[in-house]
Structures are given as C-alpha cells and as structure tokens.
C-alpha cells in the first residue's frame, strides 16, 4: 500500500536552508522506493506557493494561516484555519513535523490532530527542551534536559546577561504573566519578571506536543533522555539517527581532493553566529605559531552585527585565515575537497549534525566539540577529536599536532565507517508511518473526517 506523508518545516529550499531541510528533502527521495509518497508544506513570509523540489510537491503558506479562518466552514459547522484547509488539499495518510516554530510547531501539530490525521514529530532542535535554546546548564555545561521551574528560569536569565545573584533571585520570583500593556511599557524587565511563567509554558508545550503526537523521532540518544526526563513514555520515542543520501556518499567515494601537503587546512561551515562557536576557531588560530602550516577556511553567514565585528577583529591582518561568505548545500561537495579536517566546535547541544557525517561521507575527520549529537557522532581518537566546547587552547593543540605530524590525519581518515545512509533512515520512517496509520486509521482520500468536499479553499492571504 502506498502512502502519502505531508512533511511540515518551518523553512524550505531553495532558501538558505539548514540540516533539517536538507535531511527532509533526503527522507522524502529515500521514502519513494518504500512506496510512500511525500509531499512538503512549509512556512513562507511571502504569499502562498506551488512548486517542486527535488521530485517532491512543495506547497509554501504565509506563517499565519493557522490563525486565520476560512470563509467556508467544513459541514459539520467545525470553522477551519487556511493551514488546515491546506492539509486537507494534501490529504496526507500521516502529518510528519520536523520543526519547532511559530510558522510550523504545536498549534499546527494541534489543528492537524483535529482532522484526525496520525502524526510524527521529530525533535530536530533543542528549543523544544531548552528557553535558552542551547541545552548547556548555567553557560558551563551540558545539560539533562530536565524542565524544572527554578533552575530553568535561573539559567535562562543567565543567557539574558544578568549576574548570578539577580538571576537567582529571578528564579525564585512568584509566576507572573505580565499584562501585554504593562509589558510594552516595562520592555526587557517584563520578560524576565514572566521568566518563571515562561518556563511552566515550556513544559506545558513540551508534554502537549507529547500527547498530540503518535511517534517522537529522536535523531540522537541525548534527545532520547531528555525527553523521557520530562515524562514522554519511552515507548513513544524512537531513535532514528541521522544519516546523509546514498547518492551523497557515492560522490564522496568518487570525488578527487585537492592536496596540499605543506598546509593543514581547516574548514568551519555553517552560521556564524555564537551557538554555532566559529569564534573558537578564530581564538585557536590566534593561538598557534604564525610559521605553523595551518589554513583555516569559513563558510557561512550570521545576523548579528556585533558578533561578526568580533570575528572579522579577531581574523584582521592573519592571510591564514579565509572567510568565503555563505555556499549553498550543493556547493558543499566542492568545500569539503578543498579541506583536511572539518571543525565544528558547536556551543550548545547539536541534534545531529548532519555536516559531521557529510565529512565523513567525503573520508574528512572531524575535530568536534564535546557535547550531544557531535559526541555521539565521533570516536576520539579514532575517526577524529572530541574538544571542550569553550576552550580554544585544546583546539589549538590539536590542530598544532595534525600540522606537525600529518600521519596522525591519515590513521583517522583511514578509520571513517559510513555504515548508515539515507535509505536506512527512509526505511525506519516508512515503517513508524504504517504503525502510526494501522493504528490511528488511514484519511479517507475521498471523505475526509471533516468532509473536505465541502471545503473552498482559498489561497489570497
């Protein structure tokens, strides 16, 4: 039996997409050979879209559809928002989210649940789990991913620059749901007087999204733990690793790398923005001998002034360092056969990252930080280096020891497996979407539980 899956995401190609899309965009080309088709529906700030990408159907509605009514109700007098009518259009035997948004998160999870359809979520993000959105207690350390009121208010005011003491006190403060007047007019002290009231809505989210949901995919055991400290029923979370395309791996096999062999080159991709830490890297370089034959090479945008001034400070007048702007996916195959080693030295708890296994799709190891999926990811000391996520001195050391004796590069690009792909995964979804539809039953194609023949879909936002 074929199925027909709608995958939800709160941004899409061809934008300036991250892992998680480029994960989807795999998973629904891996789905096709176990007979499910996929489609996607995601978020746009623009006006409502019809295209294809990559074989698959994608459909683009403004972010606020969910909280804009139909002209039309359904026949049995239920008002529908524009994104259920969307879905509805789709008809999709299972409703599978894959972010956590204002444009693709709970309350489209919860009108999807009133059409009756099965659904999966995957916690492709730590924000789900984490008001500060990194997963790392206090600013020091990983964290448990257990939500608890006081401990989450007080690091969460922690990330916000306030001092130990004020934020203690803050976490200790009785919940306040500030008055939307008084908040525009108190600003910042609104938000971290209603910290604790924040934190209590997160869990509220975290166990609803839990309810509404028929499967949790974990794409790593950290995510696992986390969730189940916060009550989720083990039985309802499934790891699914991440894992990068088959056709992906075959150009990595296939691809001829340019060799430098007098300069170790380093390569940083993605955000540049702190939680991604290629700040670490640039303080690293800083650290190392200017003779020493290192190159580092960045790839990758941010969004926040300051913090790009501080990069492009801590890079000024070093020729060893080059910054080559944003590239998109289908030019990272060019960027891996230009480096030696990949960095990621990531500031907060990574879900995957799907770039840590793309390296070593291309035979690169990779120098990581020590800290959720990354560590999960790679062996120390075998197919690459685990370092302290805010310590540049040890990533320093490391790169100094690679430069100075390359044979060290060699024995852990010789150690990469590739054991997982992209079809393993799409087999691991297609049966978790059979459960989910044996289970809850299948959308009728022809009548839905709301009667979509009824329904006039409108697209003018």
Not at 8 to 27: A, I, K, M, Q, S
Not at 50 to 71: L, M, Q, S
Not at 185 to 194: D, K
Not at 262 to 284: C, D, M, N, Q, S
Request: with cysteine; proline share 6%; hydrophobic share 45%.
């Amino acid at each position: 039996m074929t199925l027909r899956v709608a995958h939800c995401v709160g941004f899409y190609f061809p934008e300036n997409v991250g892992g998680t899309e480029v994960y989807v965009r795999d998973l629904a080309t891996g789905l096709d050979r176990f007979s499910v088709e996929s489609e996607i529906v995601a978020a746009t700030d623009r006006g409502y879209e019809r295209y294809d990408w990559a074989g698959a159907p994608v459909f683009r509605y403004p972010a606020n559809w969910a909280d804009i009514r139909a002209e039309s109700p359904a026949s049995t007098g239920s008002s529908l928002s524009k994104f259920q009518e969307l879905v509805l259009r789709v008809r999709p035997d299972v409703f599978h989210l894959h972010s956590w948004t204002t444009g693709a998160g709970l309350k489209h999870l919860a009108q999807v649940a009133q059409l009756g359809i099965p659904r999966v979520v995957t916690v492709h993000v730590p924000s789900a789990l984490c008001l500060r959105g990194t997963m790392i207690l206090n600013g020091k350390e990983a964290c448990d991913g257990r939500i608890e009121e006081q401990r989450c208010t007080q690091c969460w005011a922690l990330s916000r620059g306030l001092p130990m003491p004020a934020a203690y006190a803050v976490s200790r403060l009785p919940r306040l749901a500030v008055a939307p007047d008084l908040s525009r007019t108190l600003g910042r002290v609104a938000t971290v007087l209603s910290a604790r009231s924040m934190v209590g809505m997160q869990i509220r989210d975290l166990r609803k999204m839990a309810e509404l949901s028929d499967r949790l995919v974990a794409p790593s055991q950290w995510v696992f733990s986390a969730l189940a400290a916060n009550g989720v029923p083990a039985e309802k979370i499934f790891v699914s690793r991440q894992a990068v395309a088959d056709s992906f791996v075959s150009l990595g096999a296939a691809a001829h790398r340019t060799s430098d062999p007098g300069t170790l080159r380093i390569g940083f991709v993605g955000r540049l923005e702190p939680y991604k830490g290629p700040h670490v890297l640039l303080e690293a370089m800083k650290l190392l001998p200017r003779d020493l034959p290192v190159k580092l090479i960045v790839a990758g945008s941010g969004t926040e002034p300051p913090y790009l001034r501080t990069l492009e400070a801590a890079a000024a007048g070093d020729d060893r360092i080059e910054f080559l702007g944003s590239i998109s996916h289908g030019q990272l195959p060019d960027f891996l056969k230009r480096i030696d080693i990949l960095a990621v030295p990531s500031n907060y708890m990574e879900t995957g990252p799907l770039v840590v296994l793309e390296a070593f799709a291309f035979g690169i190891p990779v120098m990581g930080a020590n800290l959720g999926g990354i560590a999960e990811r790679i062996r120390d000391g075998v197919d690459g280096w685990l370092l302290p996520f805010q310590d540049s001195k040890p990533w320093a050391d490391a790169i100094a020891e690679v430069a100075l004796d390359r044979r060290k590069l060699a024995e852990r690009a010789g150690n990469i497996e590739v054991k997982r792909t992209m079809t393993t995964v799409a087999e691991e979804m297609a049966a978790i979407y059979r459960e989910v539809v044996q289970a809850g039953g299948s959308l009728d194609r022809k009548s839905t539980r709301l009667n979509s023949s009824h329904i006039t879909i409108s697209y003018a936002v």
